[in-house]
């Protein structure tokens, strides 16, 4: 087998690809809303390619009915979502009201967001409401800019609601659930292409994989690799953690005992620094405070 390199500049997702079609879109939002409109005429894709801020562009946006809809996909949970949609929406009225008069007596419309994120990760994730208050260093009761993330969590099992509305998100999710599995036993590579070549034999995106093979499989390559990167990453920050605290704990617990060798007044500074692993200016430093704390409590009681 060929083996396909990773681009690490390849930033585009299946899922993006997907439902980068007013067809597909509109399909989504009737799963999402309960409705059953029909005509894409109505529904204008403004996706940003590259968002001012942050050098970041968004998986998908419309405009539909008067309403700008942002939406994510995320398969790592990510509680910055609602300042980086902050980001993206900031600079979505920016270009829809690039020709207006700011200044202008004439109030201008603009269309009302709603921000989703689609999680399909692997650790387990509440459904809820997420903030940007929540980011405020300084927390009040009404706070004078809000923005509200729904989180939705696409993985098989969840949110059967939008699958039985929108045969495309639940045939996503298979192909994704079964890369996954895949992946757990033999190399990713071999995985994606499994899951490719059975999603065709039982019509899953059929159409759509015959039509973007290769380019599904740099996606996936990307998007996956990218993922256990994330996982490594937090791992590592993990263990990284409780050594710290390990270390912390043992040089606490040797400031302890050297406090009681100093308190009993039978061990040298030297020896008390060669039993406890501290080094010799701790032992001493520690000795001066103690000194010092003892003088204070005597004047105090004279």
Do not use: W
């Given at each position: 087998m060929t083996e396909l390199k990773v681009n690490r500049q390849?930033?585009?997702?299946?899922?993006?690809?997907i439902f980068n079609s007013r067809e597909k879109l509109l399909e989504l939002y009737n799963a999402m809303n309960g409705t059953d409109y029909e005509n894409v005429e109505e529904?204008?894709?403004?996706?940003?390619?590259?968002?001012?801020?942050?050098?970041?562009k968004n998986d998908l946006a419309y405009v539909?009915?008067?309403e700008l809809f942002l939406y994510e996909q995320q398969s790592s949970k990510n509680k910055n979502m609602p300042l980086r949609c902050l980001f993206y929406v900031s600079d979505?009225?920016?270009?829809?009201?690039?020709?207006?008069?700011?200044?202008?007596?004439?109030?201008?419309?603009?269309?009302?967001?709603?921000?989703?994120?689609?999680y399909n990760g692997k650790d387990p994730v509440e459904?809820?409401?997420?903030?940007?208050?929540?980011?405020?260093?300084?927390?009040?009761?009404?706070?004078?800019?809000e923005l509200r993330v729904k989180v939705r969590n696409i993985n098989l099992g969840n949110s059967e609601?939008?699958?039985?509305?929108?045969?495309?998100?639940?045939?996503?999710?298979?192909?994704?659930?079964?890369?996954?599995?895949?992946?757990?036993?033999?190399?990713?590579?071999?995985?994606?292409?499994?899951?490719?070549?059975?999603?065709?034999?039982?019509?899953?995106?059929?159409?759509?994989?015959?039509?973007?093979?290769?380019e599904v499989k740099k996606m996936c390559l990307y998007e996956y690799d990218e993922e256990r990167q994330r996982r490594w990453d937090r791992e590592e920050g993990r263990e990284e953690g409780r050594e710290?605290?390990?270390?912390?704990?043992?040089?606490?617990?040797?400031?302890?005992?050297?406090?009681?060798?100093?308190?009993?007044?039978?061990?040298s500074e030297e020896e008390i620094a060669e039993l406890t692993g501290l080094e010799l200016e701790e032992v001493i430093r520690l000795g001066e405070s103690m000194k010092q704390s003892t003088e204070a409590e005597e004047e105090g009681h004279s």
């Open positions: 390849y930033k585009d997702r299946v899922f993006r690809m529904l204008e894709i403004v996706t940003l390619e590259n968002a001012v801020y942050l050098a970041m539909f009915h008067d979505s009225y920016s270009r829809m009201v690039r020709n207006e008069n700011l200044y202008g007596s004439r109030q201008i419309q603009i269309p009302a967001p709603t921000f989703v994120v689609f459904e809820r409401e997420v903030l940007l208050s929540e980011a405020y260093t300084r927390k009040t009761q009404k706070p004078n800019l609601e939008i699958y039985k509305k929108s045969r495309t998100m639940h045939d996503y999710m298979i192909f994704v659930d079964k890369t996954r599995r895949y992946s757990e036993n033999r190399p990713l590579e071999a995985a994606i292409d499994q899951a490719v070549e059975e999603c065709i034999r039982e019509d899953v995106l059929r159409d759509f994989l015959l039509r973007n093979k290769a710290e605290g390990r270390e912390e704990g043992r040089e606490e617990k040797g400031m302890d005992i050297a406090r009681m060798m100093l308190q009993k007044g039978c061990y």
